[in-house]
């Protein structure tokens, strides 16, 4: 992979505690997609930090494989954040305290953001939110048992009917929270509706820590106006990275040549093979039906490419693919 990141700056754009962070848009943490190698690309590409897929406190405590591979990082990404999900601030704080020993994080984040309907009915993630004080003893335990700074990532609240994040917001930093990162949806909401931008400029204005504003972020226009219009010290880009990482480059997916998508994407499921203990096949489909839609390939030769199995196989039909996209895009008439 030959796109690097820029090297940093004299100054850093903001700090999380005594975490200095040099670039102002993130990849926001995503079950299934910020695995490490697209962590790895982004950060590659400009993301200012990495954050890991959530580790459930719960599952890391029984020793279950996949956690560990949740955590992997390079060192080249730092800083590096281990991001924490469960609704027991014992559980975490101790389950913090291993993960800093075993694989030292720059920081820690606490999830109070995942929407799934199993997370947030046996009160972690979004579920956290319904009880303030727990979020502040969670924040106040984990902070105790670590040495590193503590974020927290967040959402309006539960519902319309309960848009308590400044008052969590309040809390968090109250009991050690550095920075507070706010996806401006409701739990009920989902990933549906609009993003109220609004809300991140008024904890903006209320905090002393830096907050990062989510939701609704998919190309570089967007991130230039929601800094505009909230004052946010950085931006986090979820779902619309996985077609465009280019984005932490500060480029729109239509500047992004044909090769260069090739390159990278033939890059990334090497890597994924390489690192991905039972193949890479079916968890790369996701990233490649990303990156080929802007092309409107037929549908039947797409669904043969992200329904094939055999690794081998795979490769060969993925770098023909790219082939044949190249040919026909250099036949169409040049019409200046």
Not at 220 to 225: F, G, I, L, Y
Request: aromatic letters at 8%; hydrophobic letters at 45%; proline letters at 6%.
């Amino acid at each position: 992979m030959n796109a690097v990141g820029p090297l940093p700056t004299a100054q850093p754009d903001f700090w999380i505690g005594d975490i200095p962070i040099h670039g102002r848009l993130i990849l926001a943490p995503m079950d299934g997609i910020s695995d490490p190698t697209f962590r790895w690309i982004t950060r590659r590409l400009g993301s200012a930090y990495s954050i890991s897929e959530f580790v459930n406190t719960l599952d890391y405590a029984n020793q279950k494989h996949y956690q560990m591979e949740r955590l992997a990082f390079r060192e080249d990404e730092r800083p590096f954040t281990a991001q924490l999900l469960d609704n027991t601030p014992e559980r975490m704080a101790e389950c913090a305290a291993r993960i800093e020993a075993e694989l030292h994080p720059d920081l820690f984040d606490i999830n109070l953001g995942c929407s799934v309907r199993s997370v947030m009915g046996r009160g972690a993630g979004v579920g956290m939110m319904r009880n303030p004080g727990l979020v502040a003893e969670a924040c106040r335990q984990v902070k105790a048992a670590t040495h590193v700074p503590l974020t927290v990532k967040m959402r309006l609240g539960w519902d319309d009917h309960a848009l308590n994040y400044m008052e969590v917001a309040e809390a968090a930093v109250a009991n050690g929270a550095a920075a507070v990162a706010l996806h401006a949806r409701t739990g009920k909401m989902a990933y549906n509706g609009k993003a109220r931008w609004a809300e991140i400029r008024k904890l903006k204005e209320s905090l002393p820590v830096p907050v990062i504003g989510n939701g609704d972020v998919l190309t570089v226009a967007d991130a230039r106006r929601m800094f505009a219009e909230t004052g946010c010290d950085a931006v986090m880009i979820g779902r619309a990275a996985k077609g465009n990482p280019w984005i932490f480059s500060w480029r729109e997916r239509e500047e992004v040549p044909l090769r260069e998508v090739r390159d990278l994407a033939i890059a990334q499921y090497v890597e994924m093979e390489r690192t991905y203990p039972h193949g890479a096949v079916m968890a790369f489909r996701k990233y490649l039906k990303a990156y080929l839609e802007p092309y409107a390939l037929p549908s039947g030769e797409l669904r043969a490419l992200l329904t094939v199995a055999d690794p081998g196989l795979f490769l060969g039909m993925l770098k023909r693919t790219f082939e044949e996209l190249g040919e026909v895009r250099e036949d169409i008439p040049n019409p200046g």
